[in-house]
């Protein structure tokens, strides 16, 4: 078995373990809404007044937010990964995971990707505000691309990791953590070639 074979069958097992089995149960449609409460915000202030040099001028100073985080500015590679994550394995139109397949993923993959663009990941399953953290460059006979780390949270609060192998500017391959003892060794051995530890 030539190694494109083993890599197109652990892509295939891969995407039908993240998207799961769609199901026609009412209880597992159902959306659920958090709750949300208003913050006061009637001891808010945006906007202050500093005294100049010159006492006709006066500068005004906008504050930011404390929390707001840097957007980090995104390569290609890593764009096309998240864009994998939340268009492909995220997503719930159909048309728009066939024309990801379509466009974003390697010509040799896509009669893998093909198998499972019709399916729905549960929701439980899906990666929540997914985020780019870190990717490595990657070369292998001719090809070039990067692996792109992403992270998200899950259900419960716990980090939830998927590697993406892009290639000649493709979707090649997603890595996950898995049951299955080989494909858990693949993704373990490439996720120790990151920097970023593992939360």
């Known amino acids: 078995m030539n190694t494109f074979t083993k890599v197109a069958s652990s892509i295939f097992i891969a995407a ?3 998207t799961g089995c769609s199901s026609n149960n009412a209880d597992e449609s159902v959306t659920k809404v958090n709750d949300t409460k208003a913050e006061d915000t009637t ?10 040099a010159n006492p006709a001028k006066e500068v005004k100073e906008t504050k930011k937010p404390v929390n707001e985080k ?60 997914p985020e780019v953290v870190e990717s490595i460059p990657f070369e292998n006979k001719g090809k070039k ?6 992270q998200s949270t899950d259900g419960t609060g716990k ?27 693949n993704f373990d051995t ?7 530890s593992k939360k």
């Open 43 to 52: 001891n808010v202030n945006t906007l202050t007044t500093v005294p100049a």
């Open 145 to 150: 691309g990067s692996y792109v780390l992403i």
């Open 70 to 129: 840097e957007k980090k500015k995104l390569t290609t590679e890593e764009a096309l990964a998240l864009k994998y994550v939340t268009v492909y394995l995220n997503g719930t139109d159909i048309e728009k995971k066939k024309l990801f397949v379509q466009e974003d993923v390697h010509p040799d993959m896509q009669a893998l990707f093909q198998m499972a663009q019709s399916n729905i990941t549960d929701e439980k399953k899906r990666f929540v505000n």
């Open 190 to 196: 490439i996720r120790a070639a990151f920097k970023t």
């Open 16 to 18: 039908l373990l993240i």
């Open 159 to 185: 980090t939830k990791e998927i590697i993406i192998l892009t290639a000649d500017g493709k979707i090649a391959f997603g890595y996950n953590n898995s049951n299955n003892a080989n494909e858990q060794k």
